[in-house]
């Protein structure tokens, strides 16, 4: 119940006199904003000598030339703080003191740089969670700052198309086509938010139809599924020759059983939520409600009694990616976590498809990829594989169908005549 308490106590905005001395001797004037015990302080214009301040109504006394006026500039101040806080609550039903940070700062809007806004929106993304999208746009203002030493004193204004085609040069010293359009969504999506906040108007939006396009990095799609022949050469490998290949072998088979379900999501999934080979989960990427029925089949069996035996840690989920309750992590170390672990099975992976003569490059997210390309194969509707894979988008399914062959074409089209 104080988790609770504190979770809706009142904001507090306070204006203080800080107790360290400016250059010319005298103190200056901050305001002060308290949300759920954190506070976070902001500068004003204003200063005066420590005899000058009454620090019970945090305003000037009579001692402070123009007292009065003054005082009613630093009411000002803490009205803005207090709209802007009542702002926050009636559209989310809550204020975070990031929350209130990012609006504040947005205020009057003509001072607010790029990599401050970057900064922010790094600040909300954290606080919601969202790990993957925080360190993506991390990534994004790092490569920002070495194409441009300066970055941190550019306006919105200045990322213009002649910018973008010099980060992308810049980019290209060691980045392929999907690696630079991944930066310059990032930085699309930012000037957006931008634009919404009225930061930047939107003539200079510099991705508009005139403008830049991203869609010239679309590259050459590679094929990232495994065929049907050699995905059974997968559940045919004789475990015991390469014992280090196990539970990467077992979760790729079970991801693409399981209806091409992410390493992330397979990473929380319990006992207690398989029931008949049947369970339900919500994607974390996107919310995405999702129903999955196993199949009934000897390899499935062989996976689950395997992990029931396989207990290493105390905790609910079936694999043994995460060694405590997820609760227990914090949003960073969750994401570390799974990272770390689905990067050694990555490297499993590769080595299995060695021993099985698999001459393809592969990561465990491609078993989303087999499922939903072998599904396509066997005349599944493609908006039946966007519904399994929980996507929003029938062009993000799309994307990961892999292309068929000029033969397969010619087959289906010498069929109809």
């Given amino acids: 119940m104080l988790y609770l308490k504190i979770k809706h106590m009142k904001p507090s905005i306070k204006t203080i006199c800080k107790k360290n001395p400016l250059q010319d001797g005298l103190f ?13 302080f902001y500068s004003t214009p204003y200063k005066c000598k420590l005899i000058e301040w009454n620090s019970k109504t945090g305003e000037f006394n009579s001692k402070f030339r123009n007292h009065l006026s003054f005082n009613s500039s630093l009411r000002t101040l803490k009205d803005e703080a207090t709209d802007i806080i009542e702002k926050i609550q009636k559209e989310q039903g809550m204020v975070t003191l990031i929350q209130f940070d990012n609006h504040y700062r947005l205020r009057g809007n003509s001072g607010i740089l790029l990599k401050e806004f970057f900064e922010n929106e790094i600040k909300l993304m954290e606080e919601n969670r969202q790990i993957s999208y925080k360190i993506s746009l991390e990534t994004t203002i790092r490569a920002l700052g070495k194409f441009k030493r300066n970055i941190d004193r550019y306006r919105f204004e200045d990322i213009d198309e002649s910018f973008l085609n010099g980060f992308e040069r810049h980019l290209r010293k ?42 010239k990095l679309k590259s050459q799609k590679k094929k990232k599924a495994l065929s049907e022949q050699e995905f059974e050469k997968i559940i045919d490998f004789d475990v015991e020759k390469a014992p280090s290949v196990r539970h990467a072998r077992y979760l790729y088979i079970f991801s693409y059983y399981a209806r091409g379900m992410n390493f992330t999501d397979l990473a929380e999934l319990e006992w207690s939520h398989l029931e008949d080979l049947k369970f ?16 009934k089949n000897e390899i499935i069996g062989e996976i689950l009694d395997f992990y029931k035996k396989y207990r290493i840690y105390d905790t609910p989920y079936i694999f ?9 992590y914090s949003a960073q170390e969750l994401y570390n976590r799974k990272y770390s672990v689905r ?9 299995l498809l060695q021993l099985c003569e698999i001459d393809k490059h592969i990561t465990f997210y491609t078993a989303r990829h087999t499922f939903a390309t072998t599904a396509l194969r066997k005349d599944v509707n493609i908006n039946i594989i966007k519904q399994s894979l929980g996507h929003k988008k029938l062009s993000t399914t799309e994307s990961y169908l892999e292309d068929f062959s000029t033969n397969e074409v010619d087959l289906v089209i010498d069929s109809i005549f």
């Fill in 280 to 295: 339900s989960y919500s994607r974390i990427k996107t919310k995405a409600h999702i129903n999955v029925k196993l199949p």
């Fill in 28 to 40: 200056p004037i901050y305001l002060r904003v308290t949300i759920n015990r954190k506070s976070k």
């Fill in 343 to 351: 990067k050694y099975y990555n490297k499993q992976l590769k080595y």
């Fill in 174 to 215: 060691n980045a392929d086509d999907g690696g630079i359009a991944v930066y310059m969504r990032n930085i699309r999506m930012v000037y957006n938010k931008a634009i919404k906040a009225k930061v930047v108007s939107k003539i200079h939006y510099p991705f508009s139809k005139e403008g830049y396009k991203i869609s």
């Fill in 320 to 328: 043994p990616i995460l060694k405590m309750n997820k609760e227990e």
